[in-house]
Every structure is written in C-alpha cells, then in structure tokens.
C-alpha cells in the first residue's frame, strides 16, 4: 500500500485479479473518495467565497467602500462562484445518491 497527496492505493496480487478491476470496487469506498475529494478541492473555493469575495460585495452594498470597476469584479467573482459551488454540489450530491 502507498500514498500520494492523502490517497492510498493498493493492488492486489495478480493471481488474484479477476479481469479488469476497479481501484474502487464498492461504494464505500467511492463515497469516501467523494467526501475527500469534496473536503480537500472545495474547501479552498469556500474560504475565497467567505473570506474575499463575500465581505467585498457586502461592504460595496453598504457603502463602506465606493462602488467602482472592483465592486463589479467582485459582483462578477460572486455570481461565477456562486454557479461554481451549484453546480458542482449537485453533481456531487447526485454522485453520492447513487452510489448509496
């Protein structure tokens, strides 16, 4: 067994093999694979989301900072990482349900 960038891998002996085999080859584990990769990819998309472009469009609103080209980029980062985190939720999500 190896790892690799907090991923274990392993193989079987090939006198055990029959055909051609998943690495994956139940639904736990692809499950597990799904919640390590959602943590791990989109956790760096949240904290973006929450920490920059969040308080910028909210302090743009409330008049903290004026409202020029930086508060339309940061409206523009809003919506795009708002469709971002949609639509890769649902597929996740629909991901997860099936393998269930």
């Not at 274990?8 to 055990?16: D, E, G, I, L």
């Not at 692809?30 to 989109?42: A, F, N, S």
Request: with cysteine; charged share 20%; glycine share 8%.
């Amino acid at each position: 067994m190896n790892s690799c960038m907090s991923f274990h891998y392993f193989r079987k002996p090939v006198a055990q093999m029959e055909d051609e085999e998943e690495i994956f080859s139940d639904n736990a584990s692809r499950v597990d694979l799904i919640g390590r990769i959602w943590k791990w990819r989109m956790m760096p998309v949240f904290i973006i989301f929450f920490g920059c472009i969040l308080p910028q469009v909210r302090l743009g609103i409330t008049g903290g900072i004026p409202m020029d080209v930086f508060f339309g980029l940061y409206v523009v980062l809003l919506v795009l990482y708002l469709c971002l985190i949609l639509h890769v939720g649902l597929k996740f999500l629909r991901m997860r349900r099936s393998l269930q």
